[in-house]
């Protein structure tokens, strides 16, 4: 008797697919792409018609003279946008502590004598992979080697900074985020 | 001065609890049949349905034919989702190319999104074509999650009919779930999204030239940066909504274009909550008590708060191990500090661990920090979270009828303390429903350790772990804790893509999901057949801060005395060993 | 027979003997298969033991002396919960013992023809069967339940109900029944047998305390249900911290596995024993309870019943009011005197002997100083009452004719005379009426004098007990024969809830019914005929001692003392059945927390020493840490016997208030006594040498 639910089990599957699988989707497609064209297509950044980036995706850094981001764990390459992917290191594993410490020394190379405390963002990979922010705190700790390297004030770099930092929704949530690639894109081309 | 921390948590719960409440009127209007607006405007559509898969819905069902319904309803849905995976490469919006997926990972991912469940074995952006992600995962999205509110709907049904056999019909309270419910929520989630920053397009995957060169692993120069694109607004609005949290794009949430802003986030992380928040209120509606409703709403959220601090607080403390090498975790106006490995730099601790409380808590499952990299017992928090069977908000209808289970098993012992056979809601509780409440507290747990325990003995199970020591342990039990509570979210070093976990796990997540929804819908019928009985001074108030705190030690009880020495061997001896060293 | 009655000490030693006895017979596994809880404790001792033998062997997974005391404490654990339950069965019976005394083999006199002087046999009682007349002289005892059809005699009942007054027993009327093996003291009856041998009233009875026919109440069973969930969670969690820890030990490089011992240990200790244990005891003491407070139940569910019980049915009569109506006011009419009428009344009611007739001749010398005279001394002649003038009175010598009856039978008495009933009076009479009085009127001839007042006296103390059950959220309706103005008014009098008036057989039937279909569950009392329909259809139906056949085979309970307001013992004692279980189900539960405590860092120290820090009692060692656990699991037991055969004491308060005040004992307290009870069984092993 209950085999009766069969067909309507189908039939109204097929409904529900066509309406939350193909309408649903189209719709929001349509929309989108109507109002909010940028953000719908991965907030590309072009320069020079050319595109180099996005403003949500990271880049590698690992030039002294460009502003360093976060560690990426993605494979086989660092901030690989087509494979996101975290360390899943947990808090006691060597490797943890040993990527940590690759990260300090290529610090320290790079900026022999600055002795402040690092900053946990610089030395940590994000979750994604693909982060595209650091905290001010770790761009901070960076200005005096980018002005040496660039031959700029300590002050101009902190302006670049500051006018690529995001503050928090309503000055409450989430934190205040510094874009690494647009400050390093605004680096490349500033001119006094 | 109060922390960051602390307001960030505080905005959230008050937007949480301020938006409960219309929604929850809302879905009571809804489930009624009353006008509610969108049920008038949109009724063709619900008679369309109705007529095109030739539904009566005037008819109700008994317990059985209504779990028959949806037990069909479910497994044509995970055989679809199977077939249109194993056929990816050859059907169409595969910008990618991306190949067909193998038998053992289709099975995985169809049980996953069908039970709500929304494990990850795959990889979203290199396993997945458009059109498995929409035809597939985001229908899925839809109706699980409808699912659970058809069931949960049912069994508020039963307190509230008297001395009928039947519960309602399945197909009404599916469809009109999804249309009026699902659908209107995450068509503005989705577009507020796309705003923020999400991705919506059906175009191939983008090419940028990146302003550093570097050497990949095989020492090869990239120059480019291939960004993974794809229709994920529509996708990510309703897996938050949904409690169902399977990720557009590997990471989840935690993926800048799935998840770009402050924003977004709040509005995601409110999303998880939200459903299961309201249908506590709604329930209180349709019994005709709110103060039910707000009982068992204050009940979760005594549960949660606490869970919600200690992990921020774990989190903040950051890595003494890290501390040692002269690295500064501590908060300031310029970093959010604390333990950042495995977190985005824009959510910070705050934002990440209302996160990874929200998601466990409801069996929501999407991430935006990754968990196996938490501190030893910040990471204890989701797992027992997800241990105590997720019914501290959980799945959309399904956290609410477990909770209910949990009530059930309350009352009894309440009733007994106080001399009186129990009653819940002016029905009494008697050994049939004590049987079926039994059930659904007993299975969770057996599958979590039953599970756990043949991973680690297997080499398959032991082979995939990424961490060494007891947090290798932790991820496994996180593992089926995660299947075993249909929520989804993973200790993410463990490599489940393989026959052994993608079976076991896929077999985990099966009866976890609807060995719990057809005892309740035997609940269901077996209440509605009761008569009434009127509360009088000796019936035990269940609205009662007192019976609230009862239930609160119930299901922490149940959690605790049942995990504690799975979890001393896991995240409590880690803990311990990162302190004593 | 008294001893039936008595309270007994709990540890007598001609009950606590036997039960040990018992306890040792009752480890046979038949025994417990149906109690999963104790069955698993019985395996698992089993197991321990098997792996003692192979320890002593030289192949023990732990030393053979630490394998040897887990093992005999779960035996212990065991015994322990055998010897509750024999303790609770053996006060069952050495009652069944002391009524097994009333039932010797008497002869019985079988009549021939059912007539007082017809010939009879003597045969012996056991072949007496249903039917059969028999005739029972002074000194003779009852050989078998039955119904008087003829005569009348005093009967002593003692040996059922421990009451030694002798009580009248007589045919036709709600005190017809007779119960085999009392004792016709004076007169004879015949009686006509209503059972077959071995289904008497005292069989029922015997077999009743002895538990022989105890079957799994409702809720009894849901908790079963309950606890072999926990049983079965903790089983799962127990077995797999093998394998788990099979696994510390790879991942840590080092450790032992954990012992099967302290596994076993670890689950008798989680499983609720102490509850598992009790249970059987606590539904044989709560049976036990009710024969104390005299009342039978037919069944275990018509305990728990009770308690659940949310509207009882209350006849007025006997059970509200005391048994009649009394005077308690005279009021005269215009220009007559108070003491004029208090003496005219008394007048008239010197030589009737009804209650009410008494009460306004003491009424009248109470309040107003009239001295009682004899009739004889007044040369006066009592008229007594009639069913044609509907009064009473009596006529002087000196010539004065007083009556005394109800207002229009007076007032036809006076307009027979040429008088004229007085207007004022009228208003008063109403008033009265209105009030749920009786107004009876008083003349002397045509001069009416005024009216006595008479009223149902509302029985001592019984507002406070309504007030009671009602904090208990149990309603109480009181059934009358009355009209609804004076019932309105005597139920408001005694704080009842609702009355049910000009009461009939139907009416009642029908209120129980509507009450039941409104989801009530419905406590009534009764012993006429007349009531068996609706002690039929109670939930509760308790029937008197005295009553009739029908009444007793009607209802689920039999009240020994005949005590209506028996009723609320009832209910308590079916209330206190219910929280004893609850209680210590949640305190069994509770102390689960210490035990892991105990013996989770124990289990594991040596795989992760780190866990020492959970340690948190400072165990001496990681054996008298698990050897404590299991000695205080089953130590526990023992010290709940008393609370289980006793109960846990109930006292009527409003639900809210009774989880809150149980919670913080039996919740609370379960969390906190096993850490302070392992800890000093670890101290006082550590004294004793006892463990490494």
Same mark, same amino acid.
């Given at each position: ?5 069969? +067909? ?6 097929? &409904? ?15 929309? &989108? ?72 020394? &290529? ?8 002795? /402040? ?33 660039? /031959? ?5 770099? +902190?302006?670049?900074?500051? /006018? ?26 500033? +001119?006094? | 001065?109060?922390?960051? %921390? ?58 059985? *034919? ?74 899925? %999205? ?85 960004? !993974? ?87 903040? %403390? ?134 756990? !325990? ?9 082979? !995939? ?13 996180? !593992? ?55 509360? *009088?001074?000796?019936?035990?108030? *269940? ?39 | ?7 007994? $000490? ?170 085999? @093996? ?138 509200? #009011? ?31 002997? #009804? ?50 009856? $109800? ?42 004098? @005024? ?29 009358? @024969? ?82 209506? #307001? ?57 054996? $008298? ?68």
């Amino acid at each position: 008797m209950n085999r009766e639910q069969i +067909k309507p089990a189908v039939l109204c599957f097929t &409904a529900l697919t066509l309406i939350t699988g193909i309408i649903y989707p189209l719709f929001v497609t349509v929309v &989108a792409q109507l109002f909010f064209k940028n953000q719908a297509n991965g907030s590309i950044i072009f320069q020079n018609g050319k595109p180099v980036g996005s403003t949500l995706i990271g880049q590698t850094f690992d030039d002294p003279k460009y502003l360093w981001g976060r560690l990426s764990a993605t494979s086989p390459v660092s901030f690989n946008a087509a494979s996101s992917s975290g360390s899943n290191m947990g808090p006691l594993n060597p490797a943890l502590i040993e990527m940590v410490k690759t990260r300090l020394n &290529a610090l320290k190379t790079s900026e022999p004598d600055n002795s /402040k405390p690092v900053p946990v963002d610089l030395v940590t990979s994000s979750a994604s992979g693909l982060d595209p922010h650091i905290s001010l705190a770790a761009a901070y700790y960076q200005v005096p080697r980018i002005a040496q390297l660039r /031959k700029l004030e300590q002050k101009e770099v +902190k302006e670049i900074i500051i /006018k690529n930092t995001r503050s928090r929704l309503l000055g409450l949530i989430g934190e205040p985020v510094v874009n690494v690639l647009q400050v390093n894109l605004e680096l490349d081309t500033y +001119k006094r | 001065m109060i922390s960051n %921390n602390i307001i960030q948590s505080g905005i959230f719960l008050f937007v949480l609890v301020l938006a409960a409440k219309p929604l929850g009127i809302y879905m009571a209007r809804i489930y009624e049949g009353k006008p509610a607006g969108i049920n008038t405007w949109f009724g063709w559509l619900e008679r369309w349905i109705y007529r095109f898969a030739n539904i009566n819905p005037e008819i109700s069902m008994s317990w059985k *034919t209504y779990a028959v319904a949806m037990m069909f309803f479910n497994m044509f849905g995970i055989l679809v989702v199977y077939v249109l995976q194993r056929l990816q490469s050859i059907l169409p919006l595969n910008p990618m190319s991306i190949s067909s997926v193998a038998p053992d990972l289709a099975f995985n991912t169809a049980v996953s999104f069908a039970t709500n469940t929304n494990w990850q074995s795959y990889g979203g952006e290199t396993t997945l074509s458009y059109f498995s992600q929409m035809v597939g995962l985001t229908v899925q %999205n839809f109706v699980s999650a409808a699912t659970g509110m058809a069931v949960l709907v049912a069994l508020i049904r039963g307190f509230v009919q008297k001395q009928v056999e039947t519960i309602g019909n399945f197909w009404v309270d599916l469809v009109r779930s999804t249309l009026y419910i699902l659908i209107p929520l995450a068509l503005i989630l989705s577009l507020v999204l796309v705003s923020q920053g999400v991705v919506q397009t059906f175009k191939p995957y983008t090419k940028v030239t990146v302003l550093q060169p570097v050497k990949d692993s095989n020492g090869n120069m990239i120059e480019e940066q291939v960004l !993974a694109l794809g229709p994920a607004a529509s996708q990510v609005a309703i897996k938050q909504l949904g409690t169902n949290g399977g990720g557009f794009f590997n990471v989840n949430s935690a993926h800048p274009f799935e998840n770009p802003t402050a924003l977004s986030n709040f509005l995601e992380v409110l999303a998880i909550l939200l459903i299961s928040a309201a249908l506590c209120y709604t329930f209180g509606v349709i019994v005709r008590d709110k103060r039910q409703g707000w009982a068992l709403l204050a009940a979760m959220l005594i549960i949660f708060i606490p869970c919600l601090l200690f992990c921020i607080h774990m989190e903040q %403390n950051g890595n003494p191990l890290l501390n040692n090498l002269g690295i500064n975790q501590k908060t300031s106006a310029l970093q959010s500090g604390g333990n950042m490995e495995g977190k985005e730099s824009r959510f910070g601790i705050a934002s990440s661990a209302i996160w990874a409380t929200a998601t466990t808590a409801a069996s929501n499952g999407s991430v935006n920090s990754m968990h196996d990299s938490y501190m030893p017992l910040g990471g204890m928090i989701p797992m027992w979270l997800m241990q105590l069977g997720e019914v501290i908000f959980g799945g959309v209808g399904s956290g609410l009828y477990g909770m209910i289970a949990f009530v059930i098993i309350a009352v009894f012992i309440a009733g007994l303390m106080i001399g009186r056979t129990p009653e819940y809601l002016v029905k009494k509780i008697e050994s049939y429903e004590m049987k079926m409440a039994s059930l659904m507290i007993l299975i969770p747990p057996i599958i979590v350790l039953v599970g756990t !325990a043949t991973a680690v003995i297997l080499t398959q199970g032991r082979q !995939a772990i990424l961490n060494p020591g007891p947090h290798g342990f932790s991820e496994v039990l996180y !593992a089926f804790s995660s299947a075993g509570n249909n929520n989804g979210s993973a200790f993410a070093g463990l490599s489940t893509n393989n026959i052994f976990y993608n079976i076991a796990l896929g077999i985990a997540m099966f009866f976890a999901r609807y060995w719990l929804a057809i005892p309740t819908l035997a609940i269901a019928g077996s209440l509605s057949k009761k008569k009434l009985v009127p509360a *009088t001074q000796g019936t035990l108030p *269940t609205h009662t801060l007192l019976f609230i705190i009862f239930l609160v030690m119930i299901v922490l009880i149940v959690g605790a005395l049942t995990f504690l020495p799975a979890l001393a061997l896991g995240p409590i001896v880690e803990h311990l060993m990162l302190v004593g060293t | 027979m008294d001893t039936l009655h008595k309270s007994k $000490s709990l540890f007598e030693p001609s009950i606590v003997g036997p039960a040990i006895i018992d306890s040792i017979k009752k480890l046979d596994p038949r025994h417990h298969i149906k109690n999963p809880v104790m069955f698993v404790v019985l395996v698992g001792s089993i197991f321990t033991t098997g792996l003692y033998i192979q320890a002593l062997l030289g192949h023990g997974e732990a030393p053979a002396s630490f394998i040897l005391s887990i093992t005999l404490w779960l035996w212990f654990t065991l015994i322990f919960a055998n010897f509750s339950e024999a303790m609770a069965e053996g006060r069952g019976k050495a009652q069944a013992a002391s009524l097994r005394k009333a039932r010797k083999d008497i002869l019985a006199k079988k009549l021939s023809k059912p007539e007082h002087g017809s010939a009879y046999e003597k045969i012996p009682a056991s072949k007496l069967r249903k039917q059969d007349i028999v005739i029972v002289e002074a000194g003779d005892i009852i050989p078998m339940d039955g119904e008087i059809i003829e005569g009348i005699a005093s009967v002593d009942e003692s040996a059922i109900t421990g009451e030694s007054a002798p009580v009248i027993r007589e045919s036709g009327g709600d005190r017809s029944a007779v119960t085999g @093996g009392t004792r016709v003291l004076s007169d004879w009856i015949i009686v006509r047998v209503s059972a077959n041998p071995g289904e008497t009233f005292l069989d029922h009875m015997i077999a009743m305390v002895e538990g022989a026919k105890r079957q799994k109440t409702p809720n009894e069973i849901a908790l079963s249900i309950l606890l072999a969930v926990f049983t079965l969670i903790f089983l799962l969690a127990t077995v797999t911290l093998l394998p788990f820890s099979i696994y510390s030990i790879t991942s840590a490089g080092h450790g032992a596995q954990v012992t099967v011992t302290v596994l076993v240990a670890l689950l008798v200790c989680l499983i609720p024993t102490t509850i598992g244990g009790l249970l059987p005891a606590i539904g044989i003491a709560g049976m036990d309870r009710m024969i104390q407070a005299n009342v039978i139940a037919t069944s275990g569910r018509a305990v728990e019943a009770a308690g659940d019980v949310d509207v009882l049915l209350l006849d007025k009569t006997g059970t509200v #009011t005391l048994g009649n109506r009394q005077a308690v006011s005279f009021i005269p009419t215009k220009n007559i005197s108070v003491k004029a009428l208090a003496d005219a009344a008394q007048l008239a009611s010197l030589s009737d002997e #009804t209650p009410e007739g008494r009460s306004v001749v003491i009424l009248a010398k109470e309040k107003y100083g009239i001295r009682e005279r004899q009739i004889h001394e007044l040369n006066a002649r009592f008229i007594p009452f009639s069913a044609q003038t509907r009064m009473s009175g009596v006529d002087l010598g000196d010539g004065r004719q007083i009556r005394k009856g $109800s207002s229009d039978a007076i007032e036809e008495y006076v307009k027979k005379l040429d008088g004229s009933f007085p207007e004022d009076l009228k208003t008063e009479i109403a008033s009265i009426a209105r009030n749920g009085g009786t107004p009876l009127v008083v003349t002397e001839q045509k001069n009416v004098l @005024g009216v006595i007042q008479l009223k149902d006296v509302v029985k001592g103390g019984i507002k406070e007990r309504f007030a009671e059950l009602r904090s208990m959220g149990i309603k109480t309706i009181m059934i009358t @024969g009355d009209n609804p103005l004076t019932a309105a008014a005597i139920a408001v009098e005694a704080g009842m809830d609702d009355f049910l008036a000009q009461a009939t057989p139907e009416t009642k039937l029908k209120l129980i019914r509507d009450m039941q279909t409104g989801g009530r569950l419905v406590a009534m009392t009764g012993d006429g005929t007349n009531d068996a329909p609706a002690l039929a259809q109670a939930d509760v139906a308790v029937a008197m001692n005295t009553g009739t056949q029908a009444a007793k085979e009607a209802g689920n309970m039999i009240d020994l003392d005949s005590n209506p #307001t028996k009723l609320i013992e009832v209910v308590k004692i079916g209330k206190q059945l219910l929280i004893t279980r609850g209680s210590l189900t949640t305190f069994s539960i509770s102390n689960d927390i210490s035990k892991y405590f105990a013996i989770i860092p124990a289990a594991f120290a040596g795989t992760y020493p780190a866990l020492k820090v959970l340690n948190i009692m400072h165990l001496a060692t990681p054996e $008298s840490a698990v050897l404590s656990a299991v000695i205080f699991n089953a130590l526990i037991i023992v010290f709940l016997i008393p609370l289980a055969l006793r109960g846990v004491k109930y006292k009527p308060m409003p639900a809210n208030r009774l989880l809150r005040d149980n919670l913080l004992v039996y919740g609370v307290g379960g969390i906190i006594a096993p850490f302070i009870g392992i800890k000093l069984i670890d101290m006082i092993l550590v004294a004793l040498n006892l463990v490494r």
